[in-house]
């Protein structure tokens, strides 16, 4: 078994996977010594009913995702000798989204957010395995997620809140205060819904309610 592969079998017990990854250059901003950027996230389906039953679900502390993040990416960059990276605890943040595309399997869509060539607009990151030795990497799919499909995404929000032009946040949290917004609060945004790789992928609405709930949160 190869290296990616093997660091790939780890992570499925804990419903992670590899999502991409890429050799930094110097303009990368890497960590010192990085020759391996790995990025990790979900496995669908079951990974939301597999860290909502963990620990940091239970003891009444604030961000048990992230806590269990850290413990669980933390723990095997220590096995591989690496370091763990993650997208929170900012700031200042890590390029996060600059190293998805780097990977080659991750792309800007037509309404702004990211796209996966397996996850579709419901990619997420959880973290990133910043590892000293040079693993080969699987070759990324020939073309990006969005060419050829029919983009349903860009007609889906109902307040036109996602365009190329970028996420008017504003524009969201409004709807998402009424009881149109509803729907978007409890099962997730309509946009990232429609995209035709979001819907083989697994999320389930329990999940997306949640993040979409400490989004909407934290609004004005």
């Known amino acids: 078994m190869n290296q990616y592969h093997d660091i790939d079998t780890r992570l499925a017990p804990h419903r992670l996977c ?19 950027l790995l990025m990790i996230g979900p496995v669908e389906p079951g990974y939301w ?11 009444g502390k604030p ?6 993040s850290r ?13 763990a990276i993650f997208p929170f605890g ?3 943040y890590q390029p996060f989204i600059t190293w998805a595309q780097r990977t ?12 996966h060539d397996t996850a579709g607009l419901m990619v997420s990151f959880r973290g990133a395995l910043a590892l000293k030795s040079h693993i080969a990497l699987p070759a990324p799919a020939a073309s990006a997620p969005c060419i050829d499909c029919a983009a349903p995404c860009q007609t889906a929000c109902p307040v036109n809140a ?17 009881k149109a917004g509803s729907d978007c609060l409890e099962r997730g945004c309509r946009a990232r819904r429609a995209c035709p ?9 329990a999940q997306s309610a949640y993040h979409m709930a400490q989004f909407h949160r934290g609004s004005p």
């Open 18 to 36: 590899i999502l991409g990854g890429f050799h930094p250059g110097p303009d990368d901003t890497a960590p010192a010594g990085c020759r391996t």
């Open 49 to 59: 009913a597999h860290v909502t039953a963990q620990p940091e679900f239970a003891d």
């Open 63 to 68: 961000d048990p995702v992230d806590r269990w």
């Open 71 to 83: 413990r669980i990416i933390g723990r095997l960059a220590c096995d591989l000798g690496g370091k």
């Open 90 to 92: 900012g700031p200042p």
């Open 104 to 115: 080659g399997r991750t792309s800007a869509s037509p309404v702004s957010l990211l796209v």
């Open 162 to 178: 996602l365009t190329p032009q970028g996420y008017d946040t504003d524009a969201c949290h409004s709807h998402l205060r009424t």
């Open 197 to 205: 790789l979001s819907q083989s992928y697994g999320r389930t609405d």
